[in-house]
């Protein structure tokens, strides 16, 4: 169902060149990655139409909680270490995902799947609560500094069976 609703979404926007349709479920995800040796961030922005939020964590029962979730900043340290654009070498790092901006129409994910310990994957059957209204302040980007207008919920997807 998400895959059909993406190619359907994909094909109505043009890929851009629909601006009044694409301006609807068209938003920007910032990905800030931070030198905790000398501070330097270095900043990407990447459009988005909708949101995957992984829910395989015990602790996410809700909607809010999946997208914080999603915006949690992680510290990027040994193996994982990262070249620092003004460094010039590996360094530890914090990457944090924020929305920079909202779409009108906020269409949400959440992964039903994941993968065990021996690589298997597996169906989550857990319940994610979610509210009837969306207040996403928190989950925005500090650079913008407006807040958008909560989303009332529309519609909600249940796939459920194998296939």
């Not at 890929?15 to 800030?32: H, I, P, T, Y």
């Amino acid at each position: 169902a998400h895959e059909f609703l993406r190619a359907l979404l994909s094909g109505l926007v043009m890929d851009g060149q629909n601006r009044e349709l694409s301006a609807l479920f068209d938003g920007l995800l910032e990905s800030a990655v931070t030198c905790q040796t000398c501070r330097y961030s270095s900043l990407t922005r990447d459009r988005y139409m909708d949101l995957s939020l992984d829910i395989a964590d015990r602790t996410v029962k809700t909607l809010p909680q999946a997208l914080r979730h999603f915006t949690k900043t992680e510290l990027l340290d040994d193996k994982n270490m990262v070249e620092c654009g003004r460094c010039k070498e590996k360094r530890v790092v914090s990457k944090g995902l924020r929305l920079a901006t909202a779409p009108t129409v906020l269409v949400v994910q959440l992964k039903r799947f994941s993968f065990d310990m021996y690589g298997r994957m597996m169906r989550l059957n857990k319940d994610v609560k979610y509210p009837l209204r969306l207040e996403i302040g928190e989950f925005m980007s500090k650079a913008n500094r407006s807040t958008p207008p909560a989303y009332e919920l529309v519609g909600v997807l249940v796939h459920s069976g194998r296939t």
